[in-house]
């Protein structure tokens, strides 16, 4: 009998600045073809305290995963962990050291995690592979954006969307005839990414 691989999407994000900013995860299990969870939520904020990157985010949502992996009784099962941070992977492959203070004690949690499971392994994929996991991430950031609305506008309004750019990206959406979603919570590095987008397509 063919035994069936379990397919994990992991994300994390720090917005809208990096380190320090809001950070969140996100991820997706797939058993086969077939989904059977997802799961997103917060990891910190710089404006709290919290010593937090976008690393210390992709690492959250490795942690998060295994656990409910565990949790649901799937460490016997194989296990291939999918990412589009290619640090993340190649660390846990083995190939890059860690040694990022941040980072250290999540890297140990992973190993940890690890060994209570028959097989773990980890495959870089491109971001556009990484929709599922990507858009959790980012649906816990804008959530915790509403509720936080002042002190994110009083801690990172130098870090947001200008009205300039949303401006030049509805027109440029206008023009192709798309809708774009734009929020006032995006950052300018993304307002910038999805504008160079717009232009090529």
Known sequence: MKEFTVYVYVDGLCE????????????????????VHEEYGV????????????????????????????????????IEIRSDSQLLVRQLQGYYSVR??????????????ERSFRMVKYVWIPREYNI????????AYYDFCRKHDKEIREHYG?????EKQKAFIKRL??????????S??????????????LLKE
Do not use: C, Q
């Open 132 to 139: 599922e996991a990507d858009e959790l991430s980012r649906r």
């Open 158 to 162: 130098a870090y947001l969307i200008t």
């Open 43 to 78: 990891v910190g904020a710089g404006f709290l305290g919290d010593d937090v990157s976008n690393n210390v985010a992709e690492y959250t949502a490795v942690i998060k995963a295994l656990e409910w992996l565990l949790k649901n009784k799937m460490h016997e099962r194989l």
């Open 16 to 35: 809208p600045r990096n380190p320090l900013g809001v950070a969140t995860y996100g991820f997706v299990v797939y058993d086969n073809d077939r989904k």
């Open 173 to 182: 959406a206008s023009r192709k005839g798309i809708e774009v979603k734009v």
């Open 100 to 113: 990022a203070p941040r980072i250290v004690p999540l890297y140990k949690k992973v190993v940890d995690l």
């Open 184 to 197: 006032d919570y995006m950052s300018k590095r993304e307002a910038s990414k999805l504008i160079s987008s």
